[in-house]
């Protein structure tokens, strides 16, 4: 059974950081990465890390976010920096199966980023 399980959201000033974290089992995984859904709005990519490492951000994060992986755990980690106001939304972490090439989804983390 696939599960991605998230952790590391919470409450947080303008400014401050968090570090996200997604561990993955089940399967291998190809890409994984992080999407956000703020109230009202579409669920956007943050950033995806791919199995080589080769990372894509979303222009809103760049400079600020840092995507990682550690394969071996099969654990991927968002470092973000200086957050603002308007990061502030459910944060879920997504996994592509690298041999079934389904999609699978965590059951999302609140990052809250206080003004």
């Known amino acids: 059974q696939v599960q991605l399980v998230e952790s590391g959201g919470g409450l947080v000033q303008d400014g401050g950081s968090l570090r996200l974290s997604c561990a993955a089992s089940g399967t291998i995984f190809d890409i994984m990465g992080w999407y956000r859904q703020a109230p009202g709005k579409e669920r956007e990519l943050v950033a995806s890390?791919?199995?080589?490492?080769?990372?894509n951000y979303a222009d809103s994060v760049k400079g600020r976010f840092t995507i990682s992986r550690d394969s071996a755990k099969n654990t991927a980690y968002l470092q973000m920096n200086s957050l603002k106001p308007e990061d502030t939304a459910v944060y879920y972490c997504?996994?592509?199966?690298?041999?079934?090439?389904?999609?699978?989804w965590g059951q999302g983390t609140q990052v809250t980023v206080s003004s």
């Open positions: 890390i791919t199995r080589g490492g080769t990372t």
């Open positions: 997504y996994a592509k199966g690298l041999i079934t090439q389904r999609d699978y």
